[in-house]
């Protein structure tokens, strides 16, 4: 019986002893979660970023002026009546500068930078992120003017849904959040800058005037945005004198800041393998390349698909070259590369483009297909080499017809978005099917027409490999890349 009892207690002890270490250990675990606080900064320890080092955003910056200008005279625009914007949203593609642009502004102000990411108000228990966001509130009202910046906001700010657990507390940590943004806790002038790029995702009640009342959408960077960028980057490596920045800038169409800078960083590793000491436009031309199209390998194909490779790329190129007066032709390869299969035509705006007319799209398609139709016209039958080609030509067309209203059919209209009869799809498909036709059959009748520089030029690439465009034109000329062009240094320079 004593035995039992001895056995009773220590078990009893055992469950008392389990019990204590959970009870301290969940206590651990619940104060660190709500009591982690937000990162404080005060503007000094931000940076010295000013609105001068944000580059090529000029009419966000405009915006964002008005900004400071609220923080610094908050007083002028309460005496007139006006109300103080509570919250800016910045939109836009990752590596464009809205944190950049979030920590310029309290500079300017000179106002404390409550600086968080979404994800850190995101929690399993419920009632934490709410916590947190009380606690951050509170910590920024007791300054005259602060800012509060949260990025990745859509983390915090998605649309709410019903649910338990984690749906229930990502729902009451919004509702908390949305509760300080109306300014129902008295203290100071608190400015919330959030930053995205899921604007679709987010809560239409933190939308809405009252809230984030500004908006502003920063995208890539445009021709003179991209130049500044590549001037400022590049003055933090060694790089030889003659940049021809403006060249770099047309060729890095689509690259937002963040590309730019690791474009140049890529730069000046490939200065560093080559042996020199400064980086060069040669330097840059292929990091452009390297990060645009990846990297080139050798594979093995056989001598029939690299004869077919190099008409099928200078079919691109001569289509590209007299139906595409807007581009330039800046590179034909037939050096396999990670993301273009075993060739690639590089052509290049001569400048920024925003409108696209019909007969610009029909040029687009018709020198996608331009590979195809070299095929078809030297060897009498095609590979699958232009899946690719095929895939983008389609949609081309596709957009052309069903979203932009360019059809014979005569209704400027977004068929997309309209309920259909058969008949209407039908002819809608159609309209695809002409314009793919058509485009294909004026691809051919041009190649027919210069098949001696078709032939000129696929025989270029089958020597070379690679042409520039000062190569190009001597070999439509009837002459051939020069053999100081193949030297390093000159001859795989970008020209632009």
């Excluded at 649309?159 to 100071?188: A, I, K, P, W």
Aim: with cysteine; aromatic share 6%.
């Amino acid at each position: 019986m004593l035995e039992f009892i001895a056995q009773l207690a220590v078990t009893f002890l055992m469950i008392v002893l389990y019990a204590v270490v959970f009870v301290l250990v969940y206590a651990k675990v619940m104060s660190g979660a709500f009591n982690r606080g937000a990162k404080f900064a005060p503007a000094k320890d931000v940076g010295s970023i000013r609105f001068a080092d944000v580059l090529g955003v000029d009419e966000a910056k405009l915006e964002a002026q008005e900004i400071v200008d609220f923080l610094k005279n908050a007083g002028q625009y309460q005496q007139i009546g006006a109300k103080v914007p509570k919250g800016l949203l910045l939109v836009g593609p990752p590596g464009t500068g809205k944190t950049l642009l979030a920590k310029a502004i309290a500079n300017e102000a000179g106002v404390p930078f409550y600086s968080l990411s979404g994800s850190d108000f995101v929690e399993v228990f419920v009632g934490v992120g709410a916590s947190r966001i009380r606690k951050l509130y509170q910590k920024a009202r007791k300054h005259p003017a602060a800012i509060v910046f949260i990025d990745e906001i859509d983390a915090l700010g998605r649309s709410r849904s019903s649910g338990m657990f984690g749906s229930q507390e990502s729902n009451q940590t919004l509702n908390q959040f949305l509760v300080e943004l109306d300014g129902f806790s008295h203290g100071g002038n608190v400015i919330t800058i959030g930053a995205t790029n899921l604007e679709e995702s987010l809560d239409v009640a933190l939308l809405r005037p009252g809230r984030f009342d500004r908006k502003l959408h920063i995208g890539l960077p445009d021709l003179k945005g991209r130049e500044a960028l590549l001037a400022h980057y590049s003055r933090k490596i060694q790089v030889e004198d003659g940049l021809d920045l403006q060249s770099l800038a047309r060729a890095a169409i689509n690259m937002s800041g963040a590309d730019l800078a690791n474009m140049v960083n890529e730069a000046s590793i490939m200065a560093v393998r080559a042996g020199r000491q400064r980086a060069k436009q040669e330097d840059f031309s292929h990091a452009i390349e390297r990060l645009g199209l990846g990297l080139e390998h050798a594979q093995s194909i056989t001598a029939r698909e690299r004869e077919i490779v190099a008409f099928h790329e200078a079919g691109h190129a001569l289509v590209n070259l007299y139906l595409q007066p807007h581009k330039r032709i800046h590179k034909i390869s037939i050096i396999p590369t990670g993301r273009s299969a075993l060739g690639y035509t590089w052509a290049v705006n001569v400048e920024d483009r925003y409108l696209v007319g019909c007969d610009e799209y029909r040029s687009e398609i018709t020198a996608l297909l331009g590979g195809r139709a070299a095929e078809a016209l030297v060897f009498g039958e095609v590979t699958s080499g232009a899946h690719s080609d095929l895939k983008r030509a389609t949609k081309l067309a596709e957009l052309m017809v069903w979203e932009l209203g360019m059809t014979s059919i005569g209704v400027p209209a977004n068929y997309k978005e309209m309920s259909l009869s058969e008949g209407t799809r039908s002819r809608l498909d159609q309209e695809i099917e002409g314009l793919m036709t058509a485009s294909y059959r004026e691809a051919q009748e041009l190649l027919v027409l210069r098949r001696k520089e078709l032939d000129r030029l696929a025989q270029a690439l089958l020597t070379h490999e690679v042409l520039y465009e000062a190569d190009i034109q001597r070999v439509l000329r009837g002459g051939g890349p020069e053999a100081d062009a193949r030297a390093p240094g000159t001859g795989r320079e970008w020209i632009a």
